[in-house]
């Protein structure tokens, strides 16, 4: 499947192109990055390929958004150089959008750019995180701030990876999924049947080229690529409220609340009603609508007290660029809150 200038791989196939590469490349190093959790991963995955270098260093990170930092950066840049590699060296990123979004960064950085190849192992960096050529790390308290477009030499996507995924962290990736299919159309509503026990290879899939497809129009986000942040908006806000009161959720997650909101906003109470069937709006607190406010107003987009939101005319037709005013938004909200309150 075509991104922009690369291709993602599929299970055995994917293996199969990652082992020819491997063997084509003929890497100076390999160094495989991993997270805590995500190191469990590395027997499965290298015995899936004959050609990789039997000596390939392990990098290993703690897991979790801390990691996305300059500090680890630093010290990745450091452990590359102490272990000789050159311009030639290989960097599989073997983890969830984390590792793949660090890896990325360190490969596209170090000695002006090194080979990388993505194998993701959360159904969000199957779908999201490793599609699209965006690297970055989080700087100051906000995240994202620092990066670089670069594209990998290859994506490697197996399901099998997913079932170790904690439950949660399955429901964040499939709340990207859901917010695909609403972008384009296809696999609704049947897309919120999935569950995490099912063999979804093929969703995966159309997931992926969903965003692909977006990606090839606008890599560097100068419009369309915007709609891609579908219940983005509001997700934000509220994934940084979760994260203040020490009840911290995964992005996806918070996504599935933005696109509750986004769909009320958009008037598609009947798209609403269908994603309430599966993942109900989550009560808002009243007291803390001002802090949600403020939070979506933060984001430098935003102007003259509006806040701007990729809506839909209608399933599969999305438009961005929508100001929305705090008397809208509130009382969508509180209309949300209203129906699972009564
Ligand atoms: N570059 C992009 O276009 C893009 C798009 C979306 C998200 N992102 C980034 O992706 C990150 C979120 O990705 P994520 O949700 O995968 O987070 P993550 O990488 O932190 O993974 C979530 C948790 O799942 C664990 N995990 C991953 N794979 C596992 C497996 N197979 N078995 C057991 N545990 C596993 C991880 O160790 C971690 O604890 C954020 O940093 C976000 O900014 C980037």
């Given at each position: 499947?075509?991104?922009?200038?690369?291709?993602?791989?599929?299970?055995?196939?994917?293996?199969?192109?990652?082992?020819?590469?491997?063997?084509?490349?003929?890497?100076?190093?390999?160094?495989?990055?991993?997270?805590?959790?995500?190191?469990?991963?590395?027997?499965?995955?290298?015995?899936?390929?004959?050609?990789?270098?039997?000596?390939?260093?392990?990098?290993?990170?703690?897991?979790?958004?801390?990691?996305?930092?300059?500090?680890?950066?630093?010290?990745?840049?450091?452990?590359?150089?102490?272990?000789?590699?050159?311009?030639?060296?290989?960097?599989?990123?073997?983890?969830?959008?984390?590792?793949?979004?660090?890896?990325?960064?360190?490969?596209?950085?170090?000695?002006?750019?090194?080979?990388?190849?993505?194998?993701?192992?959360?159904?969000?960096?199957?779908?999201?995180?490793?599609?699209?050529?965006?690297?970055?790390?989080?700087?100051?308290?906000?995240?994202?701030q620092i990066g670089t477009f670069s594209e990998p030499d290859a994506i490697v996507i197996a399901p099998m990876f997913l079932t170790s995924l904690s439950k949660k962290e399955w429901i964040s990736g499939h709340?990207?999924?859901?917010?695909?299919?609403?972008?384009?159309?296809?696999?609704?509503?049947?897309?919120?049947?999935?569950?995490?026990?099912?063999?979804?290879?093929?969703?995966?899939?159309?997931?992926?080229?969903?965003?692909?497809?977006v990606v090839s129009l606008d890599f560097k986000e100068s419009g369309f690529r915007k709609v891609l942040n579908l219940g983005h908006t509001f997700g934000h806000a509220w994934e940084s409220l979760m994260l203040?009161?020490?009840?911290?959720?995964?992005?996806?997650?918070?996504?599935?609340?933005?696109?509750?909101?986004?769909?009320?906003?958009?008037?598609?109470?009947?798209?609403?009603?269908?994603?309430?069937?599966?993942?109900?709006?989550?009560?808002?607190?009243?007291?803390?609508?001002?802090?949600?406010?403020?939070?979506?107003?933060?984001?430098?987009?935003?102007?003259?007290?509006?806040?701007?939101?990729?809506?839909?005319?209608?399933?599969?037709?999305?438009?961005?660029?929508?100001?929305?005013?705090?008397?809208?938004?509130?009382?969508?909200?509180?209309?949300?809150?209203?129906?699972?309150?009564?």
């Amino acid at each position: 499947m075509r991104t922009t200038e690369i291709t993602s791989y599929f299970g055995a196939e994917g293996f199969r192109v990652l082992d020819e590469f491997l063997f084509k490349k003929k890497a100076s190093k390999t160094f495989i990055l991993v997270d805590e959790n995500t190191a469990s991963c590395i027997g499965t995955f290298s015995n899936q390929l004959a050609h990789l270098d039997s000596d390939f260093d392990i990098l290993e990170v703690p897991s979790g958004e801390e990691s996305k930092s300059i500090e680890v950066v630093v010290q990745l840049w450091a452990s590359l150089l102490e272990y000789g590699a050159d311009r030639q060296a290989l960097l599989i990123n073997l983890g969830g959008g984390m590792i793949c979004d660090l890896g990325a960064f360190v490969a596209s950085t170090y000695k002006r750019g090194i080979s990388y190849v993505q194998v993701p192992t959360s159904l969000l960096a199957m779908v999201d995180a490793s599609i699209g050529g965006k690297t970055g790390i989080n700087f100051q308290g906000l995240k994202n701030q620092i990066g670089t477009f670069s594209e990998p030499d290859a994506i490697v996507i197996a399901p099998m990876f997913l079932t170790s995924l904690s439950k949660k962290e399955w429901i964040s990736g499939h709340g990207e999924m859901i917010k695909h299919s609403l972008l384009n159309g296809s696999d609704w509503p049947a897309i919120l049947q999935l569950e995490a026990s099912m063999n979804i290879e093929e969703e995966i899939r159309r997931s992926v080229q969903i965003k692909s497809d977006v990606v090839s129009l606008d890599f560097k986000e100068s419009g369309f690529r915007k709609v891609l942040n579908l219940g983005h908006t509001f997700g934000h806000a509220w994934e940084s409220l979760m994260l203040e009161k020490g009840t911290p959720i995964p992005h996806g997650m918070a996504v599935i609340q933005g696109l509750h909101l986004a769909l009320a906003l958009s008037q598609q109470d009947e798209l609403q009603k269908e994603l309430s069937g599966k993942y109900p709006w989550e009560f808002v607190n009243e007291d803390d609508l001002t802090q949600l406010w403020t939070n979506q107003l933060a984001d430098k987009k935003n102007q003259n007290q509006s806040v701007q939101f990729v809506l839909l005319d209608r399933l599969g037709q999305p438009t961005i660029d929508n100001p929305v005013d705090i008397k809208r938004w509130m009382d969508c909200m509180l209309l949300l809150n209203q129906k699972v309150h009564g």
